[in-house]
T-cell receptor, first 112, second 112 residues
């Protein structure tokens, strides 16, 4: 197992377009998290899955954002009608439960 | 709401010197993390501290936790240039979903 994998690594999109990111967690980890990190800031929690169930969502996650984790394996994060303020690094992390996370390399989104 | 404050936010130090980074948090938690992030990279887990008085050491870094004071420290001994990075502390918000709140990070630069 090579850790948490995120694709794409970089995404440049025009304002108003939809984008989708994918995260493949470590296979035996049942917990999966999405965080957003803007330049010079710490990661901000977006949402959390335990297996396929989305158990928590941040108020930061507007109705333009949706996340899924079908079958409790990989997860996708979709942003509809992107805005310039959505430009950030989107980090996925997974955890086996009671320990710290393993983070992926992130997807850097630039909205132009 | 849980707040995590780090200080200093920026630290420039000479090689060979010692220094301490502080992390204060505002509500009770039973798990605190330290992460390292290099520019443009994802987060690397350094320490997970689970109980009052916990102390962990790895190389030139030592982390401690005082849950009564809601304070963790990351002590750097005889700094070397390779330690230059941003260090984040993060605290679990015990909502049952283990949402983790990150501090803003301490940008450390070690001058050769």
């Amino acid at each position: 197992d090579t850790g948490v994998s995120q694709n794409p690594r970089h995404k440049i999109t025009k304002r108003g377009q939809n984008v989708t990111f994918r995260c493949d967690p470590i296979s035996e980890h049942n917990r999966l998290y999405w965080y957003r990190q803007t330049l010079g800031q710490g990661p901000e929690f977006l949402t959390y899955f335990q297996n396929e169930a989305q158990l928590e969502k941040s108020r930061l996650l507007s109705d333009r954002f949706s996340a899924e984790r079908p079958k409790g394996s990989f997860s996708t994060l979709e942003i509809q009608r992107t805005e310039q303020g959505d430009s950030a690094m989107y980090l996925c992390a997974s955890s086996p439960g009671q320990r710290g996370y393993t983070f992926g390399s992130g997807t850097r989104l630039t909205v132009v | 709401e849980l707040k995590v404050e780090q200080n200093p936010l920026f630290l420039s130090m000479q090689e060979g010197k010692n220094y301490t980074i502080y992390c204060n948090y505002s509500t009770t938690s039973d798990r605190l993390y330290w992460y390292r992030q290099d520019p443009g990279k994802s987060l690397e887990s350094l320490f997970v501290l689970l109980s009052n008085g916990a102390v962990k050491q790895e190389g030139r870094l030592m982390a401690s936790l005082d849950t009564k004071a809601r304070l963790s420290t990351l002590h750097i001994t005889a700094a070397v240039h390779d330690l230059s990075a941003t260090y984040f502390c993060a605290v679990d918000l015990n909502t049952g979903g283990f949402k983790t709140i990150f501090g803003a990070g301490t940008r450390l630069f070690v001058k050769a």
